[in-house]
C-alpha cells in the first residue's frame, strides 16, 4: 500500500471511512458476534468496539438497582429484526459505483431466484477509499420504545450501546492504496432455500457459493457463509446514552457515538501522533 499500514491504524482509518458516509461503524473482525445491547467503547486507537456487557443480560445486583417499570419496558420490548434485503454496499466518499456486467453465473440468492451481487466500484487518486459489501444482510434493532429508558439505567450512562447490527451469510471488506484502485466482485452460485426445493435436487450446506473478485491492490477481506446461515456482523451502530434529561429531551439529541479520535490522515495516523516523538519534520 505504498506506506504500510499498521493493523491498528488500517482498522481505525477504515471504520473512519466507513463512519463518514454512513455513521455506523464496521466491525474489524466480522465472524465475533455483536449483538443487541452490547455496551462498551469505540478502542480510540483501532476503531474496534471492547464490549463491556449486554444491557439484556445484566448482573442480578444491578437489576434491583433499576426502577421495576423501567426494566420491565427494557424486557418487554427489546428488539425487533427486519427482512432481509438482497445486498448493502458502503463506498467512502473517494469511491463511485461504474457499470458492471457479472454475466450469467451472478448469485443465486434464496435457492434459484436469480439476483445481482456485487458491483464495480473506482476510487480516484491521492487518498485511500474504502468500501463495505453485504450480500443479504439483515437489520436488527431496539425499539424505539425503550430508547427513552436508557438514560435511567445507570452502566449505561456515558457508554456506547449497540442498537443497531447489520448480519449477513456474505461479506467483503476493502480498502485501496492511496493511489485509488478499483475492485469489481460478483457473488456466485447459491444458497440452500429449505422452504422451496431446487429443480436440480435438495440444497445442502455443501452448496458451492463464492465471491469472484478482481482489484488493483490494497486491503481486501472476504468470507461466505455456504450454508447461508447470518454468521457475520460487519457493521453496527452505536450510540451514547446521555445523563437523565427532563421530558422528552432526549429526542432532541444525536447520540450517535463520534469516533474518538483527531481526523486521520491517509495512513490512519491523528495529526498530534505526528510529532509525538518531539522531531521535526525534514
Known amino acids: 500500500m505504498g506506506q504500510l499500514l499498521s493493523n491498528n491504524n488500517a482498522s481505525r482509518l477504515y471504520a473512519d471511512l466507513i463512519f463518514q458516509i454512513s455513521a ?13 445491547g452490547d455496551y462498551g467503547t469505540i478502542n480510540k486507537n483501532t476503531g474496534e468496539f471492547q464490549v463491556e456487557g449486554n444491557m439484556f443480560r445484566l448482573d442480578p445486583s444491578i437489576v434491583n438497582a433499576i426502577d421495576p417499570k423501567v426494566y420491565a419496558t427494557l ?20 469511491g463511485r459505483a461504474v457499470e458492471f456486467n457479472a454475466g450469467p453465473d451472478v448469485a443465486a440468492i434464496g435457492g434459484d431466484v436469480p439476483a445481482s451481487v456485487g458491483g464495480k466500484w473506482e476510487f480516484s487518486k491521492g487518498k485511500r477509499g474504502a468500501l463495505l459489501v453485504m450480500a443479504r444482510p439483515r437489520l436488527t434493532h431496539i425499539t424505539n420504545e425503550i430508547l427513552g429508558t436508557l438514560s ?17 451469510p456474505a461479506y467483503v471488506m476493502y480498502m485501496t492504496e492511496k493511489s485509488g484502485g478499483e475492485l469489481s466482485l460478483s457473488l456466485q452460485g447459491s444458497w440452500p432455500n429449505f422452504s422451496t426445493p431446487s429443480a436440480v435436487g435438495p440444497m445442502t450446506a455443501e452448496a458451492i457459493v463464492q465471491w469472484v473478485c478482481n482489484h488493483s491492490g490494497g486491503l481486501y477481506r472476504e468470507s461466505c457463509n455456504k450454508a447461508g446461515e447470518e454468521a457475520f456482523t460487519p457493521l453496527f451502530h452505536v450510540m451514547t446514552i446521555p445523563r437523565p434529561a427532563r421530558g422528552e429531551l432526549w429526542k432532541q439529541l444525536d447520540m450517535t457515538t463520534q469516533p474518538p479520535w483527531a481526523p486521520l490522515d491517509e495512513d490512519g495516523i491523528e495529526a498530534e501522533e505526528e510529532w509525538d516523538d518531539g522531531s521535526e519534520l525534514l
Open 24 to 36: 455506523r461503524y464496521p466491525n474489524w473482525d466480522p465472524p465475533k458476534r455483536l449483538q443487541i
Open 75 to 94: 424486557m418487554a420490548y427489546g428488539v425487533e429484526p427486519a427482512y432481509p434485503d438482497t445486498q448493502y454496499v458502503i463506498a467512502s466518499q473517494s
Open 152 to 168: 435511567k439505567i445507570k452502566p449505561l450512562v456515558e457508554k456506547s450501546v449497540v442498537v443497531q447490527v447489520y448480519t449477513c
